[in-house]
């Protein structure tokens, strides 16, 4: 699988402090998914978007998917000490159906 | 009970030998993966593969051989074992058509 860009690689906030990752292709995707991995465990699926524009929610995350079909990102409201581990994108391209993978953004949450 | 099961967790072994790691799932999938992530939590895919059939098979040593004996089960060989190898290897599987993946907890390889 090739990457996607993801940034930033690491996010330092203060509990109540909002953040967000972007996840970039140069190519067009079919769908995108987002996946958390809390320190020490496994990736976990979060959602998966496939529309052109596509938002959703999911409590205090937000997730966009842009309208070429490039590009996303996930907020996050108000962190949490619960929010800490690492999310990364999977994004499948429209042509061939490759995978393309995010490098991951470690977020950390100080009380 | 665990959707998708990997044994072992920890494995350290010495540079040389040849180790295998197994995976099952009990969701009826189809699809099946392996993944490498390394100390930076970067997670590469290694092989997928669907009905027992090799689809994806990205550029790894040849010393790495994914064996599935059934569509439950995607096993991971590697022979002749290096320090470079030393990673967390996640095995997932997801439907067919659906890009959902579940994630086995994961096996820590160190080799030293």
């Known amino acids: 699988g090739q990457q996607v860009m993801q940034i930033p690689q690491y996010q330092h906030v203060q509990e109540g402090e909002d953040f967000t990752t972007y996840c970039n292709s140069s190519?067009?995707?079919?769908?995108i998914q987002w996946y958390k991995q809390r320190p020490g465990g496994h990736p976990v699926f979060l959602i998966q978007?496939?529309?052109?524009?596509e938002v959703k929610k999911q409590k205090r995350l937000t997730f966009q998917f842009g309208e070429a079909k490039k590009n996303s990102s996930l907020h996050i409201t108000a962190t949490q000490t619960t929010d800490v581990g690492t999310y990364f994108c999977?994004?499948?391209?429209?042509?061939?159906?490759?995978?393309?993978f995010g490098r991951g953004t470690q977020l950390t949450v100080w009380p | 009970d665990t959707a998708v099961s990997q044994t072992p967790k920890y494995l350290v072994t010495q540079m040389g030998n040849d180790k295998s790691i197994k995976c099952e799932q009990n969701?009826?999938?189809?699809?099946m993966y392996w993944y490498k992530q390394d100390s930076k939590k970067f997670l590469k895919i290694m092989f997928s593969?669907?009905?027992?059939?090799?689809?994806i098979n990205e550029t790894v040593p040849n010393r790495f051989s994914p064996k599935s004996p059934d569509k439950a089960h995607l096993n991971l060989h590697i022979n002749s074992l290096e320090l470079g190898d030393s990673a967390v290897y996640f095995c997932?599987?997801?439907?067919?058509?659906?890009?959902?993946?579940?994630f086995g907890p994961g096996t820590r390889l160190t080799v030293t």
């Open positions: 190519t067009t995707l079919s769908n």
């Open positions: 969701l009826g999938h189809d699809t």
């Open positions: 593969y669907n009905n027992k059939e090799l689809i």
């Open positions: 978007l496939v529309k052109s524009g």
């Open positions: 997932a599987s997801s439907r067919p058509q659906a890009n959902e993946q579940y």
């Open positions: 999977i994004g499948r391209g429209s042509t061939l159906g490759r995978l393309y």
